[in-house]
């Protein structure tokens, strides 16, 4: 749980490296924007750009170069992305740590371990659920700042009886209702929620799991994450049981294309790239990846590969990455 404690190091240091990487790839691509002139009726192009306070005007001829497209509008993406990482890093030197996470999740965790929750099919998803990938599986560093724990309820929930909301208010947190009638818990710095597959119509309320105490919010395509989940001991006495990567990663996809926020559709997108890396480079995700596309409904693969196709934008140093992500899944 050591790296629970460097979260704000870590951030730092990995947008500080994506700004090398965006400035060392700008400096070998071609700057400007391309000028249309219509002379005697024909159309002619121009790449002008600024060199020092000289404006330079270059004849293309009466067509493009595909290649010269290709790069400026890659230039485009990058700069854009390299104001998000700038303006991330000056957030970033500023923020001091307020508030350590550290011991109330390792408690949290701990209860749940005691009353044996995970052997019933209880998971963490969320970003805490990648804190872990990044802990114990060789997934690449990406930032991460969250106070809220996301704990996913299988339904029908088939383990014994216990008392989630009582033990929760026993080690300090406070339960609170939602607006659509599920219940949170809050304290500690944490924000404590659960969440259950959510079927059948899209207004129904969610269900009161009576063995456990507490209502969960309701949620499309958190069954994906129920699919080969993966059981490990974080530290004595604590284990955790956590999605798949390969099972997160399709999830991130699907979801991101349900956001209206622009800002949360990109945070889903990005953390589902930077697994798949992963998840394509071990056999047995792989494996994990082709059972999951062979049990998902059309429809849902259908937004999965509209998701990569967008992620091209969302983060276009990993566009390797994403091609490769796409041309496992048209094999399938």
């Not at 044996?116 to 659920?129: H, R």
């Not at 114990?136 to 216990?162: A, C, F, M, S, W």
């Not at 009576?210 to 490990?232: C, G, H």
């Amino acid at each position: 749980m050591e790296d629970l404690e460097n979260v704000l190091k870590e951030s730092l240091e990995f947008y500080s490296a994506q700004e090398r990487s965006i400035t060392a790839r700008l400096a070998l691509l071609p700057k400007g924007v391309i000028k249309p002139k219509k002379i005697k009726g024909r159309t002619y192009f121009y790449l002008q750009y600024r060199k020092g306070k000289k404006l330079i005007t270059e004849y293309l001829g009466t067509k493009v170069p595909e290649e010269l497209q290709e790069k400026l509008e890659e230039r485009k993406k990058l700069e854009s992305e390299l104001k998000k990482v700038k303006k991330a890093l000056k957030m970033l030197k500023k923020k001091e740590e307020n508030v350590d996470l550290t011991e109330p999740v390792k408690e949290l965790l701990k209860t749940f371990t005691q009353n044996n929750l995970w052997d019933y099919g209880v998971e963490i998803i969320g970003s805490w659920c990648f804190i872990i990938y990044q802990k114990y599986l060789p997934v690449e560093k990406y930032p991460l700042r969250t106070q809220d724990v996301d704990i996913l309820i299988p339904l029908p929930y088939r383990g014994p009886r216990i008392d989630i909301s009582s033990i929760l208010k026993l080690l300090g947190f406070e339960e609170h209702i939602n607006p659509d009638g599920s219940t949170y818990f809050a304290g500690s710095g944490l924000k404590i929620e659960f969440i259950a597959p959510k079927k059948g119509r899209p207004s129904s309320r969610p269900p009161y799991v009576k063995k456990l105490n507490i209502t969960p919010q309701t949620l499309r395509f958190t069954e994906v994450l129920l699919m080969s989940p993966a059981l490990i001991k974080i530290s004595r006495g604590i284990k955790v049981l956590f999605p798949s990567p390969a099972s997160f990663v399709i999830h991130k996809l699907l979801i991101s294309q349900r956001w209206n926020s622009r800002e949360k559709r990109q945070k889903d997108l990005r953390q589902a790239v930077f697994l798949l890396k992963y998840v394509l480079s071990v056999d047995e995700e792989k494996e994990r990846l082709k059972k999951i596309w062979k049990e998902i409904p059309e429809g849902w693969k259908k937004r999965v590969k509209k998701a990569l196709k967008e992620a091209r934008s969302t983060s276009p140093l990993e566009t390797s990455i994403i091609k490769a992500g796409e041309d496992f899944l048209s094999r399938l």
